[in-house]
């Protein structure tokens, strides 16, 4: 199945994931206009009234980019969405998404055909995130157009599935724009997520580190001074399994060797669990490839000098 044009002629096969609190304007826009997808959770944008300021300054600053650089054109952005039950802002932020016709959607924490209908009416295209290939198939027969297969490793919250068996299971019976998260933090990642049969490499810890990202510094300086056994898996701050930071844990006052396993029907990504957990830093296991802070642009341009000498290596 070929791509969903939005999806094709990118100068480098990357989604930057949406991070919560932390991915703005100003980072998905650095991304897009350095070649790769960026992305950014609806949610980031408080009071909700914002999200139509943050999606104004993306389509406008695209639009110019692309007017100023019609050789290099910016690549797409995606706004995420938590279809979860616990997220009582989805039908406001979904309208301001309809409003400014974003062009990708990437739904998490539940597959809806009518927010997949909803987006295919403005002609976007929905990437689901799945941690198993029982959810990708329910998240495809709902009406997703591609997915996101959350591997071992990922920053945030992020399944137990090694990335071999995950895209394996998926492409036997799905040919349809695949993506990769999990512990994907220099080009050769990149390249080899594409050799196991993934569309694009979907990278989110890395980009924390960028001058763009809305993290602390210690949080930035924290990644770029771990490694992954500086990872500890837990689901008490959201009720889901996510990786984080043990260093936060840490300072938060608490054994990230020790923690409780938190009720997963008490889900929270609103206000509360903003503000209670605001310092767990949430981080992917392929940190160790991550060396410095730079500016967005900069990041990516390492990735697609490394994506490049991986090919030759291997040509």
């Not at 709902?142 to 492409?171: N, Q």
């Amino acid at each position: 199945m070929p791509l969903p044009p939005v999806l094709q002629s990118l100068p480098l096969p990357i989604i930057g994931a949406p991070l919560f609190i932390i991915s703005n304007p100003k980072l998905v826009i650095a991304q897009c206009t350095a070649g790769v997808v960026g992305a950014m959770p609806a949610l980031n944008a408080r009071p909700a009234e914002q999200l139509d300021e943050w999606l104004a300054e993306i389509t406008e600053t695209l639009a110019a980019w692309n007017r100023d650089h019609p050789d290099r054109p910016a690549a797409p952005f995606a706004v995420n969405q938590i279809v979860h039950k616990s997220n009582d802002r989805l039908e406001h932020d979904m309208q301001m998404c309809a409003k400014y016709k974003v062009p990708i959607v990437i739904t998490s924490l539940g597959a809806r055909t009518d927010i997949n209908d909803a987006v295919h009416g403005w002609g976007g295209v929905v990437m689901h995130d799945i941690i198993n290939n029982t959810f990708a198939r329910k998240a495809i027969e709902k009406g997703a157009d591609g997915l996101v297969a959350v591997a071992a490793g990922a920053g945030g919250h992020a399944g137990v599935k090694s990335p071999f068996a995950l895209v394996a299971e998926i492409r036997e019976w799905f040919d349809g724009p695949l993506a990769l998260s999990g512990a994907i933090s220099s080009g050769g990642a990149v390249l080899a997520a594409r050799a196991m049969g993934a569309d694009f490499a979907y990278i989110g810890s890395a980009f924390i580190a960028t001058d763009e990202a809305r993290a602390a510094p210690a949080y930035k300086q924290m990644i770029v001074e771990s490694t992954s056994d500086d990872i500890v898996y837990s689901s008490l701050f959201t009720g889901v399994h996510g990786n984080y930071l043990k260093g936060s844990i840490r300072n938060a006052g608490l054994d990230p060797d020790a923690l409780a396993e938190s009720d997963p029907s008490k889900m929270d990504f609103g206000g509360d669990a903003r503000k209670a957990w605001k310092d767990i830093w949430g981080c992917g296991q392929g940190i160790a490839a991550i060396k410095e802070v730079l500016p967005a642009r900069a990041l990516i341009e390492r990735l697609a000098r490394e994506y490049e000498a991986a090919r030759l290596r291997l040509a």
